[in-house]
């Protein structure tokens, strides 16, 4: 990158200064505080907090007092302190801190409406404490969150980015327009020949940064000065390197919509999925990113009525083929005749085919993506496409890319791949699809379980490695304190996940319940989850091992336990959890974790994933 950004001066680091020393809101008294960590400041601490002399401190405390906003207590032999007269406000109000030279913001107690904001064109780094009341949200706003903000224009953008700090802050306005403008430079259109065209905004963006960062081969021919044809292969990976010059590509080209299929939605959609859609349809290409259960499927399904051409459908398991055909049936116009399954089973090519990417990223079944003129690609759970998968999109790029995701695209660690590859993330915002009552908002427990068996914890201490972590997993009292739980919600249907087949197994016998794993044939695990499913059946519980991670539709759970399986990812995390938080269930989440040992930790952070999203998080020691 040769331009990069020019880091704004360190004093706007301190949140403290600046403005007039003499008019101090109650605002900056409370800031100071909180810098002093006290809960009381004498007029010179205020002072030198605030960048200003201590008679200026002081007249403005004599303010505050006044004013009633602030009481003065005299202690003997000490300077005079002063502390806030409503502390009550003071522990529940939200506190936005701004560091603009770091891109930082840091929220105490953010507002709903502070969350959607920041969520718009902001990354949340970490947040601090579970309980609800004492959280801190610390956010960073990179490049690729504000190339990718919903806004119209940069003073969209900067209205909203204003509307959260508590002051302006003008380097950091700057920096956000000049990477808005970064993702306005370049645009990919095609010409009226039919070939694609790469156009810059002006001379020297061509010159200069197009000719450095793209290779021989890539551009054809120049066409002006701040026009060249591209190479029809090449597309994907003009995009790629521009993007990491960090110049994201704006692609405007016709796609191909493929052989017609004409489908209708029999299903009225929701406001937000008409908008994902209506968003879909103009930049042709985005990822769905929302909780599991907020209908994204069926926002797929109306996009693919919208586009009107074949469609092929990629998505993780064999058993997520079977549940979109039926969704596509459930929800759609679609003759049954024209959908197809492709994958291990079976494979038929039909104008809506739904495959597996194990088999998709497979040299084999390569042709599946040429068999037909495919008009919409859609990756399921897109966080899920693999590098084969990921460098055949790269030769799909003319075509419609829809991806869904319950991940938000920001942290999946992939996120290149899946702006540049497939598209933009086009999102609801969580907190408002939990206040709508879409989806309703699961509460997690995270249980700290100790070891009741003193040979097992014995056992523990003196493994190493791999083994050590299946030793914490296994800790038997787990065993005990799930079937606590179960007896607790008697009735309710539950789903207990475990990460290894032993444990399943142990599990399983002792609550007398089946136990689904990789070893269980499709049918029977199929059978099973129809009579999880079905109301009134005699099965409320499954022991479920990483099969059933992942978008099994099983409504009607009104339990998760996870009972190992934290050494996974955050990503898993969140997925269980989604289990249970389809719109119907109580959606309660526990999660054991072997107290002393990495579980903690891990359980911590997979959870860490949830309340970010505005979750209740609440932790638990179970007692010896
Ligand atoms: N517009 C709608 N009207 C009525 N019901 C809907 C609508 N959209 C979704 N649903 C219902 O909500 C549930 C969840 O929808 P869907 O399966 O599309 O969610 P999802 O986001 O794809 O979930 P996951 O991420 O787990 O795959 C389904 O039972 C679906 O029928």
């Not at 919903?150 to 909203?160: V, W």
Request: aromatic share 8%; charged share 30%; hydrophobic share 35%.
């Amino acid at each position: 990158m040769t331009d990069d950004t020019g880091e704004p001066a360190a004093s706007d680091d301190d949140p403290a200064t600046g403005g007039d020393p003499t008019d101090v809101p109650i605002d900056r008294f409370h800031e100071a505080l909180e810098a002093e960590e006290r809960p009381v400041a004498t007029a010179s601490e205020v002072a030198r907090r605030l960048g200003t002399t201590q008679a200026a401190a002081r007249d403005a405390l004599s303010d505050l007092v006044e004013r009633g906003d602030v009481d003065r207590l005299d202690v003997e032999s000490d300077p005079v302190v002063f502390y806030p007269s409503d502390w009550g406000a003071l522990a529940s109000r939200e506190r936005v801190v701004a560091f603009p030279s770091r891109r930082e913001i840091v929220v105490d107690r953010p507002t709903q409406f502070t969350r959607a904001r920041l969520s718009q064109f902001a990354y949340l780094v970490d947040t601090t404490g579970t309980e609800p009341g004492t959280r801190g949200y610390l956010y960073r706003i990179r490049q690729e969150d504000v190339w990718a903000a919903p806004f119209e224009d940069a003073d969209g953008l900067i209205g909203s980015l204003r509307a959260v700090l508590p002051r302006r802050a003008d380097h950091l306005e700057e920096w956000v327009r000049d990477q808005w403008r970064r993702a306005h430079r370049f645009r990919l259109y095609t010409h009226e020949d039919g070939y694609v065209v790469l156009e810059a905004a002006n001379e020297s963006l061509m010159g200069n940064v197009a000719e450095s960062h793209l290779e021989d081969g890539q551009l054809r021919a120049p066409i002006s000065e701040t026009e060249a044809w591209v190479n029809e292969d090449a597309v994907a990976s003009v995009k790629r390197a521009l993007y990491d010059a960090g110049y994201p590509v704006e692609d405007d080209r016709d796609l191909e919509t493929g052989d017609p299929v004409d489908i209708d939605l029999t299903t009225e959609l929701r406001d937000y999925q008409e908008t994902w859609v209506d968003t879909f349809l103009e930049s042709r290409s985005g990822v769905y990113v929302g909780p599991p259960g907020s209908g994204k499927t069926i926002a797929a399904i109306a996009t693919i009525a919208a586009v009107g051409g074949e469609t092929l459908i990629l998505v993780p398991s064999r058993e997520l083929a079977g549940q979109w055909r039926d969704e596509l049936l459930a929800h759609s116009t679609v003759d049954p005749a024209d959908v197809g399954l492709y994958h291990g089973g079976e494979k038929e090519i039909r104008p809506v085919t739904i495959a597996t990417y194990q088999i998709a990223g497979m040299d084999r079944h390569r042709s599946l993506f040429d068999s037909r003129e495919w008009g919409l690609i859609c990756f399921d759970e897109a966080h899920h496409v693999s590098a084969p998968v990921y460098s055949r999109t790269a030769e799909l790029q003319s075509k419609h890319r829809l991806g869904l995701s319950a991940t938000p695209v920001r942290e999946t660690g992939n996120e290149e791949e899946i702006y540049t590859l497939i598209g933009q993330p086009i999102g609801a915002d969580w907190d408002a699809l939990f206040e709508a009552g879409f989806v309703q908002e699961p509460e997690v427990e995270i249980r700290y379980v100790p070891w009741r068996e003193e040979l097992a914890r014995n056992e523990y201490v003196s493994a190493d490695g791999r083994e050590r972590r299946r030793l914490a997993a296994e800790n038997p009292a787990k065993v005990a304190e799930v079937r606590y739980l179960l007896a607790a919600h008697r009735g309710k249907k539950a789903l207990v996940f475990v990460e290894y087949l032993d444990h399943g197994e142990a599990i399983a016998d002792a609550i007398g319940a089946p136990f689904v794993s990789g070893e269980t044939p499709h049918h029977d695990r199929a059978e099973l989850f129809r009579r999880f499913r079905e109301e009134g059946s005699d099965l409320d519980v499954l022991v479920v091992s990483r099969v059933g991670d992942e978008g099994i539709d099983l409504p009607n759970a009104e339990l998760a336990v996870v009972a190992s399986g934290l050494g996974g990812s955050r990503r898993q995390g969140s997925q269980r959890a989604g289990r249970t938080m389809r719109p119907e269930g109580s959606a309660l989440v526990y999660v054991l974790a072997t107290r002393g040992t990495s579980e903690e930790e891990f359980a911590q952070r997979q959870m860490r994933h949830l309340a970010r999203k505005g979750v209740r998080v609440r932790e638990t020691n179970v007692a010896e």
